[in-house]
């Protein structure tokens, strides 16, 4: 059996049509959505990830404004640079790209951005909306799964999942999307005992390693007809690369994402998507 591709290219094509259509509709109330980036220091995985979310946004026509900051800033300029940019009423969204170099703390920087313009949905505020079912801005990464399977018309509810990740941007708000859909949800880690045995058994697994040292799911760890969602990407022997190898596991798969061109384009669509979200949210309560 060969399974279906999901393709986070067509898809993310189809949100950045429907955001562009909601761009032009703002500019008729002259709202111009504008996104603010903050990159520190010079990691280069980091600054192709920027420009590309500067690139989306051009073809949008959301607004920029780029801030790329020294590696050795401080917390407090940091702090400084984050609440001008809460204050400044032509900026709708802020993101600061992670991660962050070593003298800085992620949630001290993450969770000083005003909830409304939180596009990345990482402050506290939105964390928690979202685990009360009250989410208005979600981390990108995850909705952008949520609105693949929504896509491919997938129905995830009573669905076994296994999902191997717990960070703040991917796992955590991914299980809260999931169970909302009625999934049963499992969510592994580093610490995780007989992790082949618990993705044999899952109908579906959205996996987002990100280091083949430590861990590759091949195609005899799946059941057949299995989803897989694969949100690593990492450079191996010169090429990027997943956590599994989309050509083998899509012969056992019903459905599987390729890398590059699955999860990676859904991340810059729902930040437009977001940055949209921010911009009606900033003109309805005037600021
Ligand atoms: N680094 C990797 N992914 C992301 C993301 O979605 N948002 C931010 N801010 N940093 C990231």
Do not use: W
């Not at 607004?63 to 001008?84: A, F, G, P, R, V």
């Not at 930040?271 to 911009?279: E, Q």
């Amino acid at each position: 059996m060969t399974g279906i591709k999901i393709d986070g290219k067509i898809i993310a094509q189809a949100v950045k049509d429907r955001v562009k259509k909601a761009v032009e509709e703002l500019k008729t109330q002259n709202i111009k959505p504008c996104l603010a980036t903050i990159l520190v220091g010079d990691n280069p995985a980091s600054a192709t990830y920027v420009k590309n979310k500067h690139k989306a946004c051009e073809e949008v026509g959301i607004e920029t404004k780029d801030h790329k900051l020294d590696s050795n800033i401080t917390q407090s300029e940091l702090n400084n640079i984050i609440d001008n940019l809460n204050s400044d009423m032509s900026v709708n969204g802020i993101l600061v790209q992670l991660p962050l170099p070593k003298q800085l703390d992620e949630f001290a920087t993450t969770s000083r951005i005003s909830p409304l313009k939180d596009v990345d949905g990482l402050t506290p505020h939105n964390a928690g909306l979202l685990a009360m079912k009250k989410a208005v801005l979600v981390a990108c990464t995850p909705s952008g799964i949520m609105e693949m399977f929504d896509y491919h018309k997938i129905d995830l509810n009573g669905k076994n999942i296994v999902l191997i990740n717990r960070s703040n941007l991917v796992g955590k708000p991914l299980y809260h999307l999931l169970l909302e859909k009625n999934a049963t949800v499992l969510t592994c880690h580093s610490k995780t005992k007989n992790l082949t045995d618990l993705c044999k058994s899952a109908d579906v697994i959205i996996t987002a390693v990100g280091d083949r040292s430590k861990f590759i799911l091949t195609p005899e760890m799946i059941k057949e007809g299995a989803i897989i969602i694969d949100v690593a990407i990492s450079r191996f022997q010169d090429r990027l690369v997943g956590d599994s190898d989309f050509e083998q596991i899509i012969q056992k798969a019903s459905f599987a994402t390729p890398v590059p061109g699955g999860v990676g384009p859904m991340t810059v669509a729902m930040l437009l998507k977001n940055t949209v979200i921010a911009a009606s949210l900033s003109s309805q309560i005037g600021r």
